[in-house]
């Protein structure tokens, strides 16, 4: 399993993770997108027009995740270095890594980064 995270400021659209899921893809397929729990409803209508599942990650599972992006905004306001990492680590499972550190969208209102499960290879 392949999953997309996302973190994004208020005021970001579908649009805007649609575009930062672009930038961070290169030649991998997500096979399902990760978000903070508060934010599902941004990503609710990209989960539908691409017909993948979408969890929601609770606040205390992203800043209980170490990753290698150390972004203050995102410490501050999540606890963890990079929500997008920490969303697609935390919904891809134990033992899962990173295939792409966070990626921002060219409005620069969502990140992305891609996860693999341990069980898959690359």
Same mark, same amino acid.
């Given at each position: 399993?392949?999953? #997309? $995270?996302f973190?994004?400021?208020?005021?970001a659209?579908?649009?805007?993770?649609?575009? #930062?899921? &672009?930038?961070?893809?290169?030649?991998?397929?997500?096979?399902m997108? !990760?978000?903070? !729990?508060?934010?599902?409803?941004? +990503?609710?209508?990209?989960?539908? !027009?691409?017909?993948?599942?979408? &969890?929601?990650?609770?606040t205390?599972?992203l800043?209980?995740? &170490?990753?290698?992006?150390?972004s203050?905004a995102s410490?501050a306001?999540? $606890?963890?270095g990079?929500?997008?990492? +920490?969303? !697609?680590l935390a919904a891809?499972?134990?033992?899962?890594?990173?295939l792409?550190?966070?990626?921002?969208?060219?409005?620069?209102?969502?990140?992305?980064?891609?996860?693999?499960?341990?069980d898959?290879?690359?």
């Amino acid at each position: 399993m392949i999953v #997309a $995270g996302f973190g994004c400021r208020a005021g970001a659209t579908a649009a805007s993770l649609h575009a #930062a899921l &672009v930038v961070a893809s290169e030649d991998h397929v997500a096979t399902m997108l !990760a978000i903070p !729990a508060d934010r599902l409803a941004i +990503a609710r209508p990209l989960a539908d !027009a691409l017909d993948l599942p979408l &969890v929601g990650i609770a606040t205390n599972a992203l800043a209980a995740i &170490v990753t290698p992006t150390r972004s203050r905004a995102s410490l501050a306001a999540r $606890g963890t270095g990079s929500v997008a990492e +920490a969303a !697609a680590l935390a919904a891809a499972g134990r033992g899962a890594r990173l295939l792409t550190s966070r990626r921002i969208s060219p409005d620069r209102m969502a990140t992305c980064a891609l996860a693999i499960s341990q069980d898959i290879p690359a």
